[in-house]
């Protein structure tokens, strides 16, 4: 199988990579030799950049941000986050980011994001992110279309 890197992948071929349950959006890509570390493992920050890469072009995909379009633009900025690191990679490894909304407020939404190589689950990320005015002076709702969509793709359930 040919892996297409920074081209979302559909159901059907995240299955066969083995991820489990497939998740709205997923990207793969290959491990750098300039995200090593002194112990020749990826670097524990470089799983950030990952996430945050697959995460701006969820919020992009899902119109949750036009950017770089306008000053009309929300921040978006995280609230909290919790990352678990499962298995260590290495160099040359294909590997596959995952990203889904969970849950969704008026103006917040959970997201749930995996680092999947080999089959195997090797990080997760679940964070919190808060949509502000441009100007970060109060919140931003959530577009109902951008509701309707964490509803029916992502299966998220609103929570109060």
């Known amino acids: 199988m040919t892996l297409l890197y920074h ?11 083995g991820i489990a349950p497939p998740a709205p959006l997923a ?15 990826v670097n524990n920050a470089v799983y ?15 119109g949750v ?12 900025v995280i609230r909290s986050g919790t990352i678990h690191y499962k298995q260590e990679m290495r160099m040359d490894e294909d590997y596959v980011v ?41 919140r931003y709702p959530i577009p109902p279309g951008v509701r309707t969509r964490f509803i029916k793709i992502d299966g998220a359930e609103p929570y109060d």
């Not at 081209?7 to 299955?15: E, G, N, S």
């Not at 990207?27 to 493992?41: K, P, Q, T």
């Not at 950030?48 to 899902?62: A, C, G, H, K, P």
């Open 27 to 41: 990207m793969a890509d290959r491990v750098r030799f300039s995200e090593l570390d002194a112990l020749n493992h």
């Open 7 to 17: 081209t979302p992948l559909d159901a059907a071929t995240q299955t066969t990579l």
């Open 48 to 62: 950030m950049s990952w996430f945050e890469r697959l995460r701006v072009r969820y919020t992009q995909d899902w």
């Open 98 to 138: 995952t990203c889904g909304c969970t849950a969704f407020r008026t103006t917040s939404f959970s997201l749930a994001q995996q680092i999947w190589s080999g089959g195997t689950l090797r990080a997760t990320l679940d964070c919190v992110l808060v949509l502000l005015q441009p100007d970060g002076t109060e």
């Open 65 to 76: 941000s036009r950017y770089p379009d306008g000053d009309n633009n929300p921040r978006i």
